[in-house]
């Protein structure tokens, strides 16, 4: 005969099991998403994501910060764009603006590169996993945005880039284990062009992201955009 007490203990094993595993798989089945877009904007602009059949969430995206962190249901598919009227119709439809496929990791970066100054201008979606071991402190992603070729080196470790690619790197530190050597080209006419060196503080209390695009003012002119995320502040 089982003791009262042995049931009593078997029953709040169970009660608690059955109230912890819902929440672990929760975790595991939802995707947790960050959103930059580029080019550069003073304030976040304002998208719709497709979360669902007529469902959608508001995003207000930045450029010079990761966004808040915003959890879904794995989907198949990225959809961003504006519930908008139609008007032959007369109800709301989806215009879409931008779409792409996340990657299979549950915690991603959302690039939302523009073709122009407004989401409604369209844009290329990019995702990229944002978990620590594949985008953690002391690494650097690269986006090359502008529509010619970049590199250079990174730590003396030599990268290239086509126009829409992307790459993380964790670059080795000089002497001082602080800084990190920095030299960057782009291609003009089947030669490489420098236009930038110095040297980068890189430590593991953050991740750098960094931008080439043209000039807006000097199509021939390359420049970089880049920022700092400070790991422990969001996400």
Not at 124 to 147: C, P, Q, T, Y
Not at 196 to 209: C, E, I, K, M, N
């Amino acid at each position: 005969m089982i003791a009262p007490h042995s049931i009593i203990r078997v029953a709040l094993a169970t009660i608690l099991g059955f109230s912890i595993l819902p929440c672990s798989a929760q975790e595991q089945e939802t995707m947790r998403l960050q959103f930059i877009t580029f080019p550069m904007v003073i304030e976040p602009l304002e998208v719709e994501l497709l979360i669902g059949e007529g469902k959608t969430v508001t995003l207000n995206v930045p450029s010079n910060e990761f966004s808040e962190t915003l959890r879904v249901p794995p989907m198949a598919s990225l959809v961003f764009g504006k519930t908008v009227m139609d008007e032959v119709q007369k109800k709301p439809i989806f215009k879409i603006y931008g779409q792409g496929k996340p990657v299979a990791v549950p915690k991603q970066l959302v690039l939302l590169l523009r073709k122009g100054a407004a989401m409604s201008d369209g844009f290329e979606v990019r995702s990229i996993s944002s978990d620590m071991k594949d985008f953690g402190g002391g690494k650097l992603l690269f986006v090359n945005a502008a529509k010619v070729s970049v590199g250079g080196k990174i730590g003396h470790q030599p990268f290239a880039l086509k126009p829409g690619a992307h790459t993380i790197i964790k670059p080795k530190l000089e002497e001082n284990g602080r800084l990190t050597y920095v030299e960057l080209f782009y291609a003009l006419d089947g030669k490489a062009v420098p236009f930038f060196s110095t040297l980068w503080p890189v430590a593991d209390q953050y991740r750098g992201l960094v931008f080439f695009y043209h000039d807006p003012n000097n199509e021939n002119q390359i420049r970089i955009h880049s920022f700092r995320d400070f790991l422990g502040t969001g996400g």
